[in-house]
């Protein structure tokens, strides 16, 4: 299963505390107490592995390490080891303490999430002409903690999207072998799947319902994947008696939930047009083409249909190389 929306907390390490020490060196007398060592921090970084987020469901707090007191003779304490926290390309960094979000968009990217606490001031740093003994010693600060809510949002070049049983996974699987479930039922594709065609991500995401917007079936995690793709590849099932009603369905829950997905370029395909005789694939093709002039019959069974949406996806691969 899919992780695409945790809550988890996050503390930096506290600051190391300053001391109070003095040389013993019979010709050196004075303070010799080190400062204490900076706490680490806590960072998330960005992956590619789409299920990073799985491997952090069992723990609920992700800690740094504290910084060192200082010691004597001037030797500072050790810096506390940062912690790293891996989320894949497209996480949402939710911090529910302040209200601030941030986002990963890149692999390696990081980002800092809660930043060590500062260690204090050993009694060296106090001297001075009328403090030739100085006792003052700073504590070590604090670290941050905050409560972080993780939502990915993947990044696609392609979503392939439609009700359920469109024959998504099916489209997937034929251009890159990526292996999600197919089956003749709804609610096949209970999460999100990836398939590379060359250097395109091609994202099978689940099945609409009438009602996706406002929480039912899986629409809010459909939704929430759609908004980063660059294209949409929207598939009718040809089985489909109510053509121009699946196509306003599928329209109608990406405009409630952001007006923005409206704009995305959208290619649209009549799959398991094999099932169909020419004359009855034309009829609802020209029904289609009311809605989308850039509509194609596709079937898996056919490699002249699906040269055409490599084709497409060719022409989006040149498209994106001059961007």
Do not use: C
Not at 34 to 61: E, I, P, T
Not at 154 to 170: H, T, Y
Not at 255 to 278: M, R, V
């Amino acid at each position: 299963m899919l992780i695409d929306d945790l809550t988890i907390r996050v503390l930096s390490g506290k600051g190391g505390d300053g001391i109070v020490a003095w040389s013993g060196n019979k010709m050196s007398l004075g303070p010799t107490g080190g400062s204490g060592g900076n706490g680490g921090s806590v960072y998330f970084a960005g992956v590619s592995d789409l299920g990073a987020l799985n491997r952090l469901r069992n723990r609920k707090v992700f800690e740094a390490e504290n910084g060192f007191n200082g010691r004597r003779q001037l030797n500072d304490g050790t810096r506390g080891k940062d912690f790293i926290i891996n989320v894949p390309v497209g996480t949402v960094i939710h911090n529910l303490s302040t209200k601030h979000d941030q986002e990963i968009i890149k692999i390696g990217e990081q980002l800092l999430a809660a930043a060590g606490g500062h260690g204090g001031k050993g009694n060296f740093h106090f001297r001075g002409p009328k403090n030739t003994s100085p006792t003052q010693f700073q504590l070590g600060l604090p670290g941050q903690e905050f409560e972080i809510r993780l939502e990915l949002k993947m990044i696609a070049d392609v979503g392939i999207i439609g009700l359920p049983n469109a024959g998504k996974s099916s489209l997937l699987n034929a251009l890159t072998n990526a292996k999600s479930k197919v089956a003749n039922y709804h609610f096949t594709t209970l999460e999100p799947h990836l398939g590379v065609y060359y250097e395109l991500i091609l994202a099978d995401l689940p099945g609409l319902i009438e009602g996706a917007s406002g929480g039912k079936g899986l629409g809010i995690k459909f939704l929430r994947h759609v908004e980063r793709t660059h294209i949409l590849f929207h598939l009718i099932s040809a089985e489909s008696e109510t053509l121009a009603e699946d196509y306003q369905t599928i329209r109608a829950e990406l405009g409630s939930y952001n007006q923005d997905l409206l704009k995305k370029d959208e290619f649209l395909f009549l799959t398991k047009s094999d099932l169909l005789d020419p004359a009855t694939t034309k009829t609802k093709l020209t029904q289609l083409q009311k809605l989308n002039p850039n509509v194609i019959p596709l079937s898996i069974n056919d490699p002249d249909t699906l040269t055409a949406v490599k084709k497409i996806l060719n022409g989006i691969i040149k498209t994106k190389s001059i961007v």
